[in-house]
């Protein structure tokens, strides 16, 4: 079955320390996003990628860190920097094109420790 | 900026009954899409139903419409025949041909009572 695989589902990260958050798809698509969700908000864009080797910041990249070398994968680094990192992640893909559908994994809840 | 708001925070509806969802957008684009997403407690984002602005005709998903309303910029979803399944966070959300990517309002929770 074709989709969007995220892992884990929870995540710890003690203060000072990085995290990667995985995001994998297997619909072939070219498009991917990493969006942000907190208690009460809508999810706010982090960083996207439309095609491989290629990203660009959203609203909030600021603490965040991504890459893009394979077409399937668009993992997600939470630095050190970011203070406030307790939310819940999601990650979407889309095919190429200005207005296509984004499709979403499952998400990563993320804690500090 | 492009803006979408969601002006209830929770609505309340009895199954079999039928509910409607409210969502307003600030836009100055001429071509745009409207997506409205339902989120349940396992928190996965699912696509409900889509609308092209460019398209006068609302769109329609089985139990789900729109009412599409360009001129005053309002989009609300319309659920027919509610269902204990369909309680949920509902999630209005654009896109723009300038953009990449989608802005999100805040949401509205969905109850549904026997």
């Known amino acids: 079955d074709g989709g969007i695989t995220q892992s884990p589902k929870y995540l710890f990260r003690k203060e000072g320390q990085n995290v990667t958050l995985s995001c994998e798809q297997n619909?072939?698509?070219?498009?991917m996003y990493w969006y942000r969700q907190d208690p009460g908000q809508g999810l706010r864009l982090i960083y996207y990628s439309q095609i491989v080797n290629d990203f660009q910041k959203g609203d909030i990249a600021e603490g965040y860190s991504v890459s893009r070398e394979k077409k399937e994968s668009f993992p997600l680094t939470v630095t050190s920097a970011q203070k406030n990192p307790t939310a819940f992640y999601l990650c979407?893909?889309?095919?190429?094109?200005?207005?296509?559908?984004?499709?979403f994994g499952p998400g990563t809840r993320l804690l500090v420790l | 900026a492009q803006t979408v708001t969601q002006s209830q925070p929770e609505m309340s509806v009895q199954e079999a009954e039928t509910v409607t969802l409210s969502c307003t957008y600030d836009?100055?684009?001429?071509?745009?899409?409207l997506f409205w997403y339902k989120q349940p407690p396992s928190r996965q984002m699912i696509l409900v139903i889509r609308?092209?602005?460019?398209?006068?005709q609302n769109a329609t998903e089985n139990r789900f419409s729109v009412n599409f309303q360009k001129a005053a910029k309002s989009f609300s979803l319309k659920i027919s025949d509610s269902q204990l399944g369909d309680a949920a966070m509902y999630f209005c959300?654009?896109?723009?041909?300038?953009?990449?990517?989608?802005?999100f309002g805040k949401g509205t929770m969905l109850l549904v009572s026997p």
């Open positions: 619909l072939n698509h070219d498009a």
């Open positions: 836009t100055s684009e001429s071509d745009y899409y």
């Open positions: 609308q092209e602005a460019y398209k006068q």
């Open positions: 959300a654009s896109l723009y041909s300038g953009y990449s990517t989608l802005t």
């Open positions: 979407a893909s889309s095919i190429y094109g200005q207005f296509e559908t984004q499709y």
